[in-house]
């Protein structure tokens, strides 16, 4: 009896630990619940924030977009837009090549796809330097994605310094006020401030700038200078070089300038009243002897 007991005992244990891992992978099915995965689209810059100074600016970003769909190997369209500052210029192209992308299709789980965004300010006017936002956006129906991109633009100061006509030789009388015009025009992207005028000259001579500083000359703009150049009153005729120059604490400009400087027309008609005169007092020497 004993040992039918425990062979009963046995069987029913063995039937037990037969029946356990049926019961867990049952219960463990039931758990399981299906998920179902959120359709989206990221795009991510390689270097969102990018800086150049004018001119020449030209901003180059690398953007890759990656699709998260409902099945794997699933695709869609994505038409792609630029929003950037008021008549800048952009455009969009494959990460090789240079065909203009106005689209372009995404697998779910096939990893990422580069693209490159051109942003270009304006070339007819000087952009103010600053930060400026351009958002890249991905739309595909009601699945859509974008990623803001910053392009940084530092100033620069330059001017260009020249005489008006591009007359770099002019004529003076020794003693006399002669003018003279010279134009300043700001090429930089700043405002350029405080600039002063100064000249290398002659002993003896003056030279006088009107006005004699310019306080502020805005970015594009430009200004026109009366120099009145002044040799001395005992200079002698022939020809000279002097220099003008104009500069800010940033930057400095100069030009040399040939001045031809002839003598008063009265000290040519004295020259011939001497030599006149000399010839009377000669005539009337040469007179009085002979009658002697």
Do not use: H
């Not at 699945?143 to 005489?163: C, D, K, M, Q």
């Not at 594009?220 to 220099?243: C, E, F, R």
């Amino acid at each position: 009896m004993r040992k039918a007991r425990l062979v009963f005992l046995c069987l029913c244990l063995l039937s037990l630990l037969a029946l356990i891992p049926s019961g867990l992978v049952l219960a463990q099915e039931e758990e399981v619940e299906e998920v179902e995965v959120e359709e989206d689209v990221t795009l991510e810059a390689t270097y969102r924030k990018l800086e150049d100074s004018y001119p020449g600016i030209s901003f180059e970003y690398e953007v890759a977009l990656s699709y998260t769909g409902p099945e794997y190997g699933s695709s869609r369209e994505f038409d792609l837009a630029v929003k950037a500052p008021p008549d800048w210029s952009t455009y969009i192209t494959p990460q090789y090549g240079d065909q203009r992308l106005l689209s372009i299709p995404l697998k779910a789980g096939m990893g990422s796809s580069k693209i490159k965004v051109y942003a270009s300010p304006p070339t007819f006017t000087m952009p103010e330097a600053g930060e400026y936002s351009i958002t890249l956006d991905a739309t595909s129906d009601e699945v859509s994605g974008s990623v803001e991109l910053l392009a940084v633009i530092t100033a620069t100061y330059a001017f260009n310094l020249i005489p008006v006509n591009d007359l770099y030789s002019t004529s003076a009388t020794s003693g006399k006020d002669n003018f003279y015009s010279i134009v300043i025009r700001n090429t930089g992207s700043d405002t350029l401030e405080n600039i002063k005028f100064s000249s290398i000259k002659p002993e003896g001579w003056s030279i006088d700038f009107s006005p004699e500083q310019i306080d502020e000359l805005s970015a594009g703009s430009l200004q026109t200078i009366d120099v009145n150049i002044k040799p001395a009153a005992k200079a002698i005729a022939g020809d000279y070089q002097i220099t003008l120059a104009a500069d800010t604490t940033r930057v400095t400009e100069e030009f040399k300038v040939r001045v031809t400087v002839q003598t008063p027309s009265i000290w040519g008609w004295v020259g011939i009243g001497i030599i006149l005169v000399v010839i009377a007092g000669v005539v009337f020497v040469f007179m009085r002897f002979s009658r002697r």
